[in-house]
């Protein structure tokens, strides 16, 4: 089998990297901004035409959501206009795609479940939108294709959740963080493994699934975790969102119904904490983070 990775300097896409070692037998490429334009379809096109790829695993995205909704332009061209892009260059190839997507997408207002993905998505941020719009195109295109919701990413590489407490943690200043957002932290090695599985599993079962880690947490309880876990004596106290001042609105509840992609795909999904400790060790060794 041949793949192509997109966006593979990401936290995703690094972490393909990691578990795609495993698997020899898989021919992988990996591109990141610098080797492939995906906003070009004159670049995606020569460079499909490279190889006859089997599946192009998109992990490309413009994050930067509060920023998006002052770059409206520059959100749309990579989370929407691209996917159409390298959804309609793989059509012609007849190269599956899989690509990620993000619980933004939902308004973020439930209470009483998880979000599964029958629910009405309902996007109230510039991002989320852009993110729901760029499903919409990969569907029209690729109606075969694996589109994967997930949540709160974070890995040991790149600048996310995680490696951004353990530094200001270690500056010794008191941090507040939101207590009234409830979600589930996402390994990206966790996502990554789970991709694997699903393609050797055999079985290519096209529609949106939804992946995070198990359990709930609130981002202060995940800051908290972070904490005990490397054993930083950080002093972080709870604030509510509206105490905390942000372009973009935060979805109050993202939790993701995970039941369609574990039944599909026989995944035993970790649940968070135990991630968490994992990657955590994981940055201390590569690092060298002295933990108290």
Same mark, same amino acid.
């Given at each position: 089998?041949?793949?192509?990775?997109?966006?593979?300097?990401?936290?995703?896409?690094?972490?393909?990297?990691?578990?795609?070692?495993?698997?020899?037998?898989?021919? #992988? !490429?990996?591109?990141?901004? *610098?080797? +492939?334009?995906? $906003?070009?379809?004159?670049?995606? &096109?020569?460079?499909?035409?490279?190889?006859?790829?089997?599946?192009?695993?998109?992990?490309?995205?413009?994050?930067? #959501? !509060?920023?998006?909704?002052? *770059?409206? +332009?520059?959100? $749309?061209?990579?989370?929407?206009? &691209?996917?159409?892009?390298?959804?309609?260059?793989?059509?012609?190839?007849?190269?599956?795609?899989?690509?990620?997507?993000? !619980?933004?997408?939902?308004?973020?207002?439930?209470?009483?479940?998880?979000?599964?993905?029958?629910?009405?998505?309902?996007?109230?941020?510039?991002?989320?939108?852009?993110?729901?719009?760029?499903?919409?195109?990969?569907?029209?295109?690729?109606?075969?294709?694996?589109?994967?919701?997930?949540?709160?990413?974070?890995?040991?590489?790149?600048?996310?959740?995680?490696?951004?407490?353990?530094?200001?943690?270690?500056?010794?200043?008191?941090?507040?963080?939101?207590?009234?957002?409830?979600?589930?932290?996402?390994?990206?090695?966790?996502?990554?493994?789970?991709?694997?599985?699903?393609?050797?599993?055999?079985?290519?079962?096209?529609?949106?699934?939804?992946?995070?880690?198990?359990?709930?947490?609130?981002?202060?309880?995940?800051?908290?975790?972070?904490?005990?876990?490397?054993?930083?004596?950080?002093?972080?106290?709870?604030?509510?969102?509206?105490?905390?001042?942000?372009?973009?609105?935060?979805?109050?509840?993202?939790?993701?119904?995970?039941?369609?992609?574990?039944?599909?795909?026989?995944?035993?999904?970790?649940?968070?904490?135990?991630?968490?400790?994992?990657?955590?060790?994981?940055?201390?060794?590569?690092?060298?983070?002295?933990?108290?």
């Amino acid at each position: 089998m041949k793949i192509l990775v997109t966006g593979a300097d990401g936290q995703l896409g690094s972490s393909l990297k990691k578990a795609f070692s495993s698997h020899p037998e898989i021919e #992988v !490429d990996y591109t990141d901004a *610098d080797t +492939l334009d995906i $906003t070009s379809r004159e670049d995606v &096109a020569a460079y499909l035409s490279k190889k006859s790829y089997d599946l192009l695993i998109n992990c490309a995205a413009y994050t930067a #959501v !509060d920023k998006a909704e002052s *770059d409206a +332009l520059t959100a $749309t061209k990579i989370n929407t206009e &691209a996917v159409g892009i390298l959804a309609a260059e793989a059509k012609k190839r007849h190269t599956r795609v899989m690509h990620f997507s993000t !619980d933004y997408v939902f308004p973020g207002d439930h209470t009483c479940r998880p979000y599964n993905e029958h629910d009405e998505p309902d996007p109230h941020t510039i991002y989320g939108r852009t993110k729901l719009d760029g499903e919409a195109i990969l569907k029209s295109f690729c109606p075969d294709a694996i589109i994967i919701r997930t949540a709160w990413l974070y890995c040991e590489n790149g600048h996310n959740f995680v490696k951004t407490m353990l530094e200001k943690g270690r500056q010794n200043v008191p941090l507040r963080v939101v207590c009234d957002q409830i979600g589930t932290p996402t390994y990206a090695g966790d996502l990554a493994t789970a991709v694997c599985e699903i393609i050797s599993s055999g079985k290519w079962c096209p529609g949106i699934y939804h992946f995070t880690n198990e359990g709930v947490a609130s981002w202060y309880d995940f800051a908290k975790a972070i904490f005990r876990i490397a054993e930083v004596p950080a002093e972080v106290a709870p604030c509510m969102s509206h105490e905390y001042a942000s372009a973009a609105r935060r979805p109050l509840y993202s939790l993701l119904d995970k039941t369609k992609i574990k039944k599909t795909y026989s995944l035993k999904i970790p649940y968070w904490e135990d991630s968490l400790q994992r990657c955590i060790e994981k940055i201390m060794r590569t690092e060298n983070i002295t933990t108290k």
